[in-house]
């Protein structure tokens, strides 16, 4: 009887059909896809800027909508508002990824979190993935304001205060990214949930293209 035991990478299927021309030629549709997509997003990126301002700026529609709800805003409203931000991303978030990984068969592992992440399914992985969606951003958000009350001596208003478009415009972020965002991921519409975070995006490089204007 031959020996089944493979002697060499040739006699492995994985291998075989790697090496095809099927394969290779099925690897390079995929990054043509994909490649494509990329360009798709960064083009979307810089096309929702201007939107992002026009929806700030002082007639804009969400200016006249926290004029309403939350009132004159200055530095200290973005404090406040990026601190409730940095609540929900490490803290709010973070309660609500653990609770859906306690849906795993074996409860929470403690000892291997991100093997039990990797398992799991529906509501309780789209907890995590919020989650981590928030964390992988936050840090753009945290830098934006930094550099928005770094440099506020060089965009200010008659009140002292950074101008009312790039508060606002942090506003904007916050308001899709942390509420609609954060809904729409697990409320399970992927379409909308990538075209929202594509906006919030767009809304913190408005904020930059605004600086380097003001800098200009």
Same mark, same amino acid.
């Given at each position: 009887?031959?020996?089944?035991?493979?002697?060499?990478?040739?006699?492995?299927?994985?291998?075989?059909?790697?090496?095809?021309?099927?394969?290779?030629?099925?690897?390079?549709?995929? !990054?043509?896809?994909?490649?494509?997509?990329?360009?798709?997003?960064?083009?979307?990126?810089?096309?929702?800027?201007?939107?992002?301002? +026009?929806?700030? !700026?002082?007639?804009?529609?969400?200016?006249?909508?926290?004029?309403?709800?939350?009132?004159?805003?200055?530095?200290?409203?973005?404090?406040?508002?990026?601190?409730? +931000?940095?609540?929900? /991303?490490?803290?709010?978030? +973070?309660?609500?990824?653990?609770?859906?990984?306690?849906?795993?068969?074996?409860?929470?592992?403690?000892?291997?979190? !991100?093997?039990?992440?990797?398992?799991?399914?529906?509501?309780?992985?789209?907890?995590?993935?919020?989650?981590?969606? =928030?964390?992988?951003?936050?840090?753009? =958000?945290?830098?934006?304001?930094?550099?928005? =009350? +770094?440099?506020?001596?060089?965009?200010?208003?008659? /009140?002292?205060?950074?101008?009312?478009?790039?508060?606002?415009?942090?506003?904007?972020?916050?308001?899709?990214?942390?509420?609609?965002?954060?809904?729409?991921?697990?409320?399970?519409?992927?379409?909308?949930?990538?075209?929202?975070?594509?906006?919030?995006?767009?809304? =913190?490089?408005?904020?930059?293209?605004?600086?380097?204007?003001?800098?200009?």
């Amino acid at each position: 009887m031959a020996d089944p035991t493979p002697k060499s990478l040739d006699d492995f299927p994985l291998h075989n059909s790697a090496s095809s021309p099927a394969f290779k030629g099925r690897v390079q549709e995929v !990054r043509s896809h994909a490649d494509k997509l990329v360009f798709g997003f960064v083009v979307l990126y810089v096309l929702l800027i201007p939107v992002a301002s +026009a929806l700030t !700026r002082p007639t804009g529609y969400f200016s006249l909508f926290l004029d309403q709800v939350y009132g004159p805003r200055d530095t200290q409203s973005i404090l406040k508002v990026v601190g409730l +931000a940095a609540f929900h /991303t490490y803290s709010f978030s +973070a309660v609500a990824s653990v609770y859906g990984q306690t849906s795993h068969p074996d409860g929470y592992q403690i000892s291997s979190p !991100r093997l039990v992440k990797s398992q799991l399914r529906g509501f309780p992985h789209r907890l995590v993935a919020a989650h981590e969606a =928030l964390v992988d951003l936050f840090p753009l =958000l945290g830098t934006t304001t930094a550099l928005v =009350l +770094a440099t506020q001596s060089m965009a200010k208003n008659s /009140t002292g205060s950074p101008s009312a478009t790039l508060i606002d415009k942090l506003f904007l972020h916050i308001f899709i990214k942390h509420f609609l965002y954060y809904i729409v991921y697990l409320a399970d519409a992927p379409v909308v949930r990538s075209n929202l975070h594509t906006f919030s995006v767009s809304a =913190l490089l408005s904020v930059w293209y605004e600086l380097y204007q003001g800098l200009a």
